[in-house]
């Protein structure tokens, strides 16, 4: 069957994650498949997938935003750890404006700038004892544990995993005038606007900065993988640091990247 609605054409977008693909059809229904566990088996809520304008997914789940600013979610429901437990709430949103991920969790940013996040609480589907500073949300950055929320005015919010970047307070005051935000698994990189960097989260995997702090200076861009960070400086040179056998240790070919990166 799935097959037969697929070959009809107008599929506009393709979404996967994991081991099961959500496709997005022109007249705003959807057709999943793949594994069930995994977000594959809409059926329980497919009645309710029209209109859809955007998917979103976490590892094992996806959500899809409806024109009128509701959200419908389906997931596992026999997960042994009750991962998704909390996802049936988000179903009940109004006045979403955009959805969020990490590998567990959804944050909603609504259409008055609020965010509103669904869980498990150390995956970051918790934003409880930082819900009062979530006001004026500009955007929202994730990596596999936490969230970091950038405000209209520059500074940012973070939850979720405290070792693994959702406890910033060790860098708080340093977070202002920020400009974009960058992650590897378990870390973020704040790129301010004076071209400077601030660093949090895990310590082996790009949130210890200090050995090229003195180097992170007029930084056009940064980007990452799992473990380590390589920031493009506005001369073309570039500065890396992380974990060291992952990316983060680029001496063997400092030479070469001191010519100038495009």
């Known amino acids: ?30 057709v999943t498949w793949g594994a069930e566990d995994c977000g594959g088996d ?32 389906w997931y596992p429901t026999d997960d042994d750890y ?14 979403v404006d955009t959805l969020f991920s990490a590998t567990c969790a959804f944050a909603a940013k609504l259409e008055d ?6 869980g498990p609480s150390g995956w970051g589907g918790d934003s409880s004892s930082v819900q009062a500073q979530l006001k004026q949300v500009d955007t929202i950055y994730s990596n596999l544990f936490a969230f970091a929320a950038k405000l209209v005015d520059g500074s940012v919010v973070t939850w979720g995993h405290a070792k693994n970047g959702g406890d910033s307070s060790s860098v708080q ?11 590897t698994d378990d870390s973020f990189a704040a790129k301010l606007s004076d071209g400077s ?5 895990s310590k082996l995997d790009g949130a210890d900065s200090s050995s090229v702090q003195a180097q992170l200076k007029q930084v056009d861009h940064i980007y990452s993988n799992a473990r ?21 240790d680029s001496s063997a070919v400092h030479l070469e990247l001191k010519r100038g990166v495009l």
Request: charge should be neutral; include cysteine.
């Open 113 to 118: 700038s609020r965010v509103v996040a669904y």
């Open 42 to 73: 809409s059926s329980s809520v497919q009645a309710q997938l029209n209109k859809v304008e955007h998917i979103y997914s976490t590892d094992g789940a996806f959500a899809a935003k409806l024109s009128d600013g509701s959200v419908v979610a």
């Open 1 to 30: 069957f799935v097959q037969e609605q697929l070959n009809q054409g107008g599929v506009d977008t393709i979404h996967c994650k994991k081991w099961a693909f959500v496709a997005k059809l022109s007249d705003g229904s959807v």
């Open 82 to 95: 009750n991962s998704y437990a909390d996802y049936g709430e988000i179903s009940q949103l109004k006045g």
């Open 228 to 248: 380590a960070f390589a920031a493009k400086l506005s001369d073309g040179s570039v500065v890396t640091w992380g974990n060291a056998e992952r990316g983060g």
């Open 197 to 201: 960097v601030v660093t949090w989260g």
């Open 173 to 183: 005051a340093q977070l202002k005038q920020v400009d974009h935000i960058y992650s």
